[in-house]
């Protein structure tokens, strides 16, 4: 009976341990096998522990090259789309307007509608203008589906702002810009940053709707797929690992921040 009351005590916790490591077994397994040397072209088997891959993360041709199209193309989407999606949720929030209704339910429809779906209606917009696949095409299509997660964080975030405390800054004689640099960008900064992360999480990631606009363009997940079909290199595990230290390295950091404030305000 002690074990059957301590399982059910601690039975929450036990269940959301169990869900995260499932979710993280990926990431180890991938981790892992960044430090095998395979005998043949696959590395889905152990072999042997070696360095070689993390001495030479681009020893692979055209993989770093890829890499670094995937970078720029998730820094400048986070960038248009973190602008945009910022303003369009300020509008939507602050402003009446006509077809307002219609414009929050269309902002959904990107996050709802089947990536394939959305990827043949853009390269059918694209060969329709004549524009030529590639960077750009895949840039403006990365912007259009990061642009509804943005909205989405942002307009969560502005809509519990508390009106208040602009207008209290207004009775201090802050000007429009002043307030909204000291006051409201602040307070919505959390949204902002989650939806900047959340769209650079996305467009590195995205295959479907990059494989249907790239034109010869090669980006990092569209060279893994190649890579899967004829030999998966080893350091494709290492720059997937690297990238997965480095989401945790942030995340650590924003914690010891958040802590940091909260104890200089408490």
């Known amino acids: 009976m002690t074990v059957v009351r301590w399982f059910k005590r601690h039975f929450v916790v036990i269940a959301g341990l169990i869900t995260l490591g499932y979710l993280l077994l990926p990431n180890v397994i991938v981790t892992v096998f960044s430090f095998n040397k395979p005998k043949g072209r696959f590395n889905y088997e152990w072999q042997q522990f070696s360095l070689d891959a993390w001495k030479q993360p ?3 041709a055209d993989m770093c ?4 199209i995937s970078l720029q193309i998730a820094v400048w989407a986070t ?6 999606g910022t303003m369009i949720a300020f509008a939507l929030v602050r402003y ?3 077809a307002r209704g219609a414009i929050n339910s269309l902002i959904f429809l990107p996050m709802a509608m089947p990536e394939v779906v959305m990827a043949a209606s853009l390269l059918t917009l ?4 004549g524009a030529q696949l590639g960077f750009y095409t895949i840039l403006i299509a990365h912007i259009m589906f990061c642009l509804s997660f943005v909205v989405t964080a942002v307009k969560a975030r502005v ?3 508390d009106p208040r405390l602009e207008q209290a800054a207004q009775d201090l004689y802050a000007g429009p810009v002043q307030t909204f640099l000291r006051v409201t960008l602040p307070i919505a900064a959390p949204g902002i940053a989650a939806g900047a ?7 590195f990631d995205d295959f479907i709707i990059t494989n249907f606009n790239a034109g010869s363009t090669v980006t990092f997940p ?11 290199p080893v350091q494709i595990n290492v720059i997937g690992t690297t990238m997965f230290l480095v989401a945790v390295l942030l995340v650590l950091v924003s914690m010891v921040i958040t802590n940091r404030r909260n104890k200089v305000k408490a």
Do not use: D, E, H, Y
């Open 58 to 60: 681009c020893g692979v």
């Open 65 to 68: 090259g890829s890499l670094s």
């Open 79 to 84: 960038i248009g789309a973190t602008v945009l």
């Open 96 to 98: 009446r307007f006509r």
């Open 126 to 129: 694209f060969l329709n203008m």
């Open 159 to 161: 809509m519990s702002m």
């Open 197 to 203: 992360l959340l769209s650079f999480a996305l467009s």
């Open 222 to 232: 569209m060279f893994v797929w190649g890579s899967a079909q004829r030999g998966t």
